[in-house]
C-alpha cells in the first residue's frame, strides 16, 4: 500500500542552524501539508502546498520557513535558523482528491534543538 | 478562528464498555475527520465524514456528524485494549486547506 515517507526520521541541531525535512507524499497525490506536534501537544497546521506554490499557510510559517518540492518526488521544509521552540514532530501528509481531501501522515521527523 | 474541541481529553475505560469521545467545532465546516494516534507514531485516518448525518463504522468504532450542531462523535462500541490510542477530530474545508485539530482523547482501555 502506498504511504507517505519522512527523512529523517530523528534530527537534532543546534540553534541558529538549518535544517532541511524531507518527505517524499503518495506518488499520485497532488496535495502537500506540513504539520507539527509539540510533544503532549495538539497537531498544528503549518503549510499546504500545491500545483507548485504555497496554497494556505498558518501563523506558525513565518519567514524561517520555507518549503520546495525540488523534483517529481521530494517535498521540503526549510527551517533557517532553528531555535529550541522548533523542537516538535512535524509530519509531511498528501492527498489525491480536492473534494475529499483525506490527508495521509508520514510518520514524521523528530527535530530537537539545542 | 475556527476551534475544534474535543471532550473528553483523557478517558480510562475497561473493557466490554461503551464510551462516547465529542468534538465541537466553532465555524461552518462540511469535512469532518477523525485519526488515531499510537505512542511515538504516526496518525492513521479512521473516518472521513462529509455530509450533515454522515454515519461511518467500522469495527468497534462509529463516527457521525451533525453539522447543525457542529458536532460529531466517536462512539466505542465494547471496548477492547488494541483501541487504546490517541483519538484526535480533525476540521476543514476542500482543496489545499490546512486540518485544525482537537487536542485529541487519551484512550486508556484496561483488561
Known amino acids: 500500500e502506498p504511504e507517505v515517507t519522512q527523512t529523517p526520521s530523528h534530527q537534532v541541531t543546534q540553534m541558529g542552524q538549518e535544517v532541511i525535512l524531507r518527505c517524499v507524499p503518495i506518488?499520485?497525490?497532488?496535495?502537500f501539508y506540513w504539520y507539527r506536534q509539540i510533544l503532549g501537544q495538539k497537531v498544528e497546521f503549518l503549510v499546504s502546498?500545491?500545483?507548485?506554490?504555497?496554497?494556505?499557510k498558518s501563523e506558525i510559517f513565518d519567514d524561517q520557513f520555507s518549503v520546495e518540492r525540488p523534483d517529481g518526488s521530494n517535498f521540503t521544509l526549510k527551517i533557517r535558523s532553528t531555535k529550541l521552540e522548533d523542537s516538535a514532530m512535524y509530519f509531511c501528509?498528501?492527498?489525491?482528491?480536492?473534494?475529499?481531501?483525506?490527508?495521509?501522515f508520514g510518520p514524521g521527523t523528530r527535530l530537537t534543538v539545542l | 478562528e475556527l476551534k475544534v474541541e474535543q471532550n473528553p481529553l483523557f478517558l480510562s475505560m475497561q473493557e466490554g464498555k461503551n464510551y462516547t469521545i465529542y468534538c465541537n467545532y466553532s465555524?461552518?465546516?462540511?469535512?469532518l475527520y477523525w485519526y488515531r494516534q499510537d505512542p511515538g507514531k504516526s496518525l492513521e485516518s479512521l473516518f472521513v465524514?462529509?455530509?450533515?448525518?454522515a454515519v461511518k463504522q467500522e469495527g468497534r468504532l462509529m463516527a457521525s456528524l451533525d453539522t447543525k450542531a457542529r458536532l460529531s462523535t466517536l462512539h466505542i462500541t465494547a471496548a477492547v485494549h488494541d483501541l487504546s490510542a490517541t483519538y484526535f477530530c480533525?476540521?476543514?474545508?476542500?482543496?489545499?486547506?490546512?486540518?485544525?485539530f482537537g487536542k485529541g482523547t487519551h484512550l486508556i482501555i484496561q483488561p
Open positions: 465524514l462529509l455530509s450533515n448525518g
Open positions: 501528509a498528501s492527498s489525491v482528491v480536492a473534494a475529499y481531501n483525506e490527508q495521509f
Open positions: 506518488s499520485n497525490h497532488l496535495y
Open positions: 502546498f500545491y500545483n507548485n506554490e504555497i496554497s494556505e
Open positions: 465555524t461552518t465546516s462540511d469535512r
Open positions: 480533525a476540521v476543514g474545508g476542500g482543496g489545499a486547506d490546512g486540518l485544525t
